[in-house]
């Protein structure tokens, strides 16, 4: 029987991403499909952490180890979208000197480059940690830009020949007796997409050999065939804050607890995290008290965050695996460690693999070994390749330290469009046409922009992370409608109010939990441009309601100042 595809990968988020690149660079005909935009699930849901595997260093030195490996390769193949800014695990008063020595020596154990710095020197790395702090220990942590890398793990494959399927969600395994060779999926039926069918359509796609890569809904993926995948789905929240209070990662030196690292990422602070099982990855409570959580204790460490705005929350799941009869209660002492699951022979089920667990600061490592599997399984002899192959926007990094003059853009621009290009800048930079900036915030130009759009089409939602166009202080308020423009030369009038609705939806999630003082009088100003400046609340031309705001009515507004509702 003929198949569609040699593999197919079932999930676009890092570790899927990760797995189409290897495979299509080994030769093999791999088709991925995700059921939204790449990065929908965990991977567009993390503090952007480049580990340096600090944080394992004492309960989990085998993960540690991986992530100091792969925290080197990361930053040779994906310079461009990697920040380093170090690390400091920092020791309160009231902080166990026996687990700073732990933590120190378990470091060093593992390969981690470790110093230990005095409170004075820890200070003047970060001048806004609290006074009474007593020493840390600086590690070789980093922020990645989980958007980034994921897209361009995407575009290296499909330049290998992948394809890659978004906003198709699998509705079934294809199943002949104990034999799994496809799936089927259902094309999003929604505003905005780009797809190779039509939308709402159903497709059978066949395969030599499925990888489920759906990280926290491996399980559901998993019982389609009635296979039994032991992932235990763990939430935690994390807040965005409006600037960069740090410009170093600061972690707090004590064992595991909630509201512990501080990631500064882009031109915000990332507060994380909590660790709280659940059953279902779609369906869980988001709740304000997490939030508060975040500023109350952390505050510990860096005292300006009682002041800061906050911005923008939300929460991603994490996919821990539980081997069968190990028996944990506590998700925090689950290993993060990866595991790779033969359904042939764990199961008696053939054509299918499953990876689970694991971090994003290890999902090059995981696809290289699903992958190494599967060639096994297929008779393909090819090596993997990509921890010695720059990502696309990493090939040439030396544009980082050369001028922009001659794209017409001065700094902090130039700066920041270099960041997020790398060596593809000058291609894209480099026109005649006017190029004004379209997102003030994270400064994005409208090449940028148009570069996205060629892309991933109309979804603007894929524009926002091919570009951070919307994910600065103004959650998209003043730019929103200014990156839907730039889809009026390609598409219709109903697919742009479609696409931008969907965006401006999509940003005011993470903002209803983040209603308090400033953040407050932003979001109503947000409103006032949209639904009344603009008149999207109720186009009297056709009678319709285009967006909801009907949450800035009910929603729940708290004023940290005073305790109030």
């Known amino acids: 029987m003929t198949r569609d595809t040699e593999v197919l990968v079932l999930g676009g988020g890092s570790t899927g991403c990760g797995i189409a690149r290897d495979l299509a660079m080994r030769g093999v005909d791999v088709t991925l499909v995700e059921r939204g935009n790449l990065t929908g699930g965990t991977t ?148 905005g997409k780009r797809t190779h069918n039509t939308a709402g359509s159903t497709e059978e796609i066949t395969a030599e050999y499925v990888v489920n890569a759906t990280g926290a809904w491996a399980g559901q993926i998993g019982a389609m065939a009635d296979l039994d ?89 994490r996919p821990l695996y539980e081997p069968p009869g190990t028996g944990t209660t506590d998700p925090t002492d689950i290993t993060r460690d990866f595991f790779l699951l033969d359904h042939d022979d764990r199961d008696g089920v053939d054509g299918m693999a499953s990876i689970v667990g694991g971090k994003f600061t290890t999902y090059r490592a995981m696809a290289e070994d699903i992958t190494d599997h599967v060639c096994e399984k297929l008779g393909v002899d090819a090596r993997c390749v990509t921890a010695e192959e720059p990502l696309p926007g990493s090939e040439d990094m030396s544009i980082l330290n050369e001028g922009m003059d001659n794209f017409g853009l001065r700094s902090p621009v130039a700066r920041r469009s270099k960041q997020r290009l790398g060596s593809r800048a000058q291609d894209v930079l480099d026109t005649n046409e006017c190029n004004p900036v379209i997102c003030q915030c994270e400064g ?6 148009r570069d996205a759009i060629d892309q991933s089409g109309s979804d603007l939602n894929a524009v926002r992370i091919r570009t951070r166009a919307s994910m600065g202080n103004c959650q998209g308020g003043f730019c929103c409608h200014n990156m839907a423009n730039e889809l009026s030369h390609e598409y219709d009038e109903e697919t742009v109010r479609a696409a931008l609705d969907e965006l401006f939806q999509e940003r005011w999630k993470g903002e209803r939990h983040a209603l308090w003082g400033e953040q407050l009088s932003q979001a109503m100003l947000n409103y006032a441009l949209h639904a009344t400046t603009m008149n999207r609340d109720n186009d009297p031309a056709n009678g319709s309601k285009a967006v909801d705001f009907g949450a800035f009515d009910g929603g729940r507004v708290k004023a940290r100042t005073d305790g109030g509702e």
């Open 44 to 191: 567009g849901r993390m503090h952007g952490l480049l580990h340096s595997g600090g944080r394992y260093a004492v309960s989990d030195q085998a993960s540690a180890t991986e992530c100091i490996e792969e925290n080197k390769i990361l930053r040779d193949i994906a310079g461009h979208c990697v920040e380093m800014t170090g690390g400091l695990f920092v020791q309160r008063p009231e902080d166990s000197d026996e687990y700073f020595q732990e933590k120190l020596e378990g470091c060093r154990e593992c390969g981690i480059p470790a110093e230990v710095l005095s409170a004075r020197e820890s200070r003047e790395v970060e001048p806004y940690l609290a006074t009474d702090i007593k020493r840390s220990i600086k590690v070789p942590d980093g922020a990645i830009d989980p958007f980034r890398l994921c897209v361009a793990n995407a575009i290296d494959a499909q330049n290998h020949g992948a394809r890659i399927e978004t906003h198709a969600k699998v509705i079934d395994l294809l199943r002949d007796g104990d034999d799994i060779y496809g799936v089927k999926v259902k094309h999003d039926s929604g505003p």
């Open 229 to 317: 995948v032991e992932v235990r789905p763990s939430k935690g929240v994390m807040t965005i804050m409006n600037v960069r209070q740090v410009d170093t990662v600061v972690n707090r030196c004590r064992p595991k607890g909630d509201a512990d690292i501080i990631v500064p990422h882009e031109t915000t602070a990332i507060l994380g995290t909590t660790d709280e099982e659940v059953e279902d990855p779609d369906d869980y409570p988001e709740e304000q008290w997490e939030v508060d959580h975040m500023i109350d204790t952390l505050k510990e460490l860096v005292p300006i965050l009682e002041e800061a705005r906050t911005i923008r929350s939300f929460w991603g799941v």
């Open 444 to 449: 994005v130009t409208r090449a940028e922009i």
